[in-house]
């Protein structure tokens, strides 16, 4: 694939310092984790009420456990893909570069970037529904289920369910990031979930330049100024491919 980048996506690409990725699913779809909302995705074969909600959790934690676990074993098979890789790149040519993710695979971390706010919570973290006490656990499947916490209480997956605030500090640096951004990348995302999903709107409020990259025009797509249609793993390596550092700062290679 070989992609011509628009004058404007050009000239921001080069003069920008304040940059935001902003990431859902379809940036690991390349890396076999599936997505939530695609004809195969999650939510059409296991019901989100029976899973992905507290009162699932608090009905049956060893089933919503194992559903977990089957997912926690499947994306430890798995390997970040390029998309991931470029924009660990990004992370180089910003100064000011947010990656704000709606993943729990941890995946973005795998790659190589080192700071993310992950709105959704990490399903390699574990927490106590007594204590709260978290921790990191990599053992994908655990046994016995659910399983417990030192102080007895059941452990939960770190993760953020529909009814669940989103962890407040993390989101407002979100805000505060999509609010400062002179260019904002939606990529890999349906846009259907709130309050992630304002973060576009925004970006653009606030006089972000936002590029959707998708293989399918998603919900933000009437409000982006450009939608790059293909896989994010094919784009982003065309993308951070055109850049390359100079002393005088960024400049298109080949320039
Ligand atoms: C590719 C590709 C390739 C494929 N390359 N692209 C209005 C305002 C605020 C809230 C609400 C509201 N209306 C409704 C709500 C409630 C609810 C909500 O948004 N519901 C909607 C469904 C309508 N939101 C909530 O409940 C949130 N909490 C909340 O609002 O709290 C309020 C509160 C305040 C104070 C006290 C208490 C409460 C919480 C939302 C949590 C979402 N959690 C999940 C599960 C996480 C854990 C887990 O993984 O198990 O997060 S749901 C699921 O959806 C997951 C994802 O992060 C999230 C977003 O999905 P994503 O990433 O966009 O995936 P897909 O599958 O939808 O899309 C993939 C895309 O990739 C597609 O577009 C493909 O085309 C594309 N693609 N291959 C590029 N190769
Ligand atoms: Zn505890």
Redesign the pocket.
Known sequence: MSLTLSKKLHSLLTSSTRVVVF?????S??SGVP????AQ?LWKEFP?EK??TPQAFAEDPVRVWQW?CW?RELISKTHPNA?HRAIVRFEGFFDDFHLIT???DGLHGFAGSRRMLK???D?WDVICSSCERSRLELTPVLSPLPPRCQCGGILR?G????????PSRVFAAAVEAASKAQLFFS????????????LPQIAKLHGAYVVE????R?ALAHIAHEVLL????EILPELTGCLRDTPQGLALAGA
């Open positions: 990431t859902g699913a379809g940036i779809a390349e997505t939530f909302r695609a995705g989100v899973l992905a977990y997912r998309g709606q993943n729990v709105l959704h919570g399903i997956p993760v953020v369910w529909f009814g669940e605030a989103l990529i890999g995302t349906s846009a259907e979930v709130y309050p992630a999903a304002q990259i998708n293989v399918e998603s293909g896989k994010a793993g």
